[in-house]
């Protein structure tokens, strides 16, 4: 795998079919080929039926530039939608929480504002899993923080009524628009007050939110 050669991959799965599925220290034959810049061989992989997209997702915490790289150009779209709810990768890195590999995505190209099925970005999806520091790494490489979702809710909306104090804090430090209306017509400050979230609605008051 160090050399790189497409041929020896082929040599290697004629001699052991069940190679295609080994590691090394962990790591996928394709993780390893895709990190060292070993593009033929990744190609070669998904050739032989290894499914890209699956190893994108196996790699979650471990993404580096190189491995991205060669992905994307033995055919991988960083920005594809799964089938099910419509996640692309960015969403599963900030589902769980590996703030470095969003600036590794981000340095990709990926769209950072790309909506799942019911229209949540990755900045809505760190707010509902609790990721405050996810949300400010989205905001300091320029996502948008005020985008809302197909019920008409932002990311503030939504951790207020949650009572999230940490995520209401990260939007506040990441700029978010604090006076933004929900589809009920409601702002985060209103919501945090007939709630009876005093915490909340503390945090808001003193960023300069209006009722």
């Known amino acids: 795998m160090k050399e790189g050669r497409a041929e020896c991959i082929e040599g290697l799965l004629q001699a052991e079919p069940m190679a295609i599925t080994a590691k090394e220290g962990g790591k996928s034959l394709v993780y390893l080929a895709a990190t060292n810049g070993h593009v033929q061989c990744v190609k070669k992989l998904k050739e032989k039926g290894v499914n890209l997209n699956a190893e994108l997702n196996r790699a979650v915490g471990n993404f580096n530039a190189e491995f991205l790289k060669s992905l ?16 692309t990768i960015l969403h599963t890195v900030v589902f769980k929480g590996c703030e470095r590999d969003i600036k590794v995505l981000a340095e990709a190209g990926v769209e950072l504002n790309a909506r799942d099925n019911v229209g949540d970005t990755a900045v809505y999806q760190a707010a509902v899993f609790n990721q405050p520091k996810c949300i400010e790494v989205l905001a300091e490489i320029g996502a948008n923080l005020n985008i809302k979702n197909n019920m008409g809710d932002t990311a503030l909306h939504t951790v207020v009524s949650r009572n999230n104090v940490p995520c209401v804090s990260a939007l506040i430090k990441s700029r978010a628009d604090l006076n933004i209306q929900d589809a009920r017509n409601l702002t985060a400050l209103q919501i945090a007050t007939t709630s009876g979230f005093s915490e909340c609605e503390q945090e808001l008051r003193k960023a300069g939110a209006s009722m």
Do not use: M, P
């Open 72 to 87: 994307q150009e033995a055919g991988v779209d960083l920005d594809e939608r799964d089938s099910t709810l419509g996640d």
